[in-house]
């Protein structure tokens, strides 16, 4: 219980930094490709559930962002995935940029989300129905979107119930 309310009171504190812009986080040209790619080699080993992790990086993305606070948006989406899978299910990740923008995919089959709780995912302490019995704060995902934004970015999550998430991120690419 001390470890949930620990939990919650570091992801309360970094929703209002983000959201009140307490802290400086400098922006700079990121090789978002090795960013991306470097994050999914480290948590591959996690293998939770026997959750199998891909990832397809085209090489030499780069964006204008703070790598701090973009790796944490990638991590919390990933860590989702696995805590959300199916035992041997699997999980996608893939960085493309076509034309000018940058394309950020997170696909997994896990245990998906009711399609009438997909508008409200990204609301604080919003916390979907799962049938795993999963304890959250509800504060995940609008800390990602909270990222996104602050990147100028653009979020969106196709899900199906039983079926699996899709979280899509689109940003401009460095110039």
């Known amino acids: 219980q001390g470890k949930r309310m620990n939990q919650l009171i570091h992801n309360m504190l970094s929703y209002t930094r983000l959201e009140q812009r307490i802290d400086n986080y400098p922006f700079e040209k990121l090789d978002f490709s ?55 299910g699997y999980i996608k990740v893939t960085l493309s940029a076509p034309e000018d923008k940058i394309k950020l995919q997170i696909e997994d089959n896990g245990i998906g989300i009711a399609e009438n709780q997909l508008n409200q995912i990204f609301e604080r ?13 509800g504060l995940g995902l609008s800390i990602v979107k909270k990222i996104v934004d602050l990147h100028c970015g653009n979020i969106e999550a196709n899900s199906a119930e039983g079926e699996g998430t899709v979280f ?8």
């Open 34 to 88: 090795t960013l991306v790619s470097d994050l999914c080699s480290d948590m591959l080993p996690l293998k939770i559930n026997e959750i199998t992790l891909e990832y397809n990086i085209e090489p030499d993305i780069a964006i204008k962002g703070n790598a701090e606070l973009l790796t944490r948006m990638l991590q919390n989406l990933i860590e989702n995935a696995y805590k959300y899978g199916k035992q041997n």
């Open 125 to 137: 302490f919003f916390r979907a129905n799962n049938k795993k019995g999963i304890n959250g704060s």
């Open 168 to 175: 899509n991120i689109t940003f401009n690419r460095a110039g």
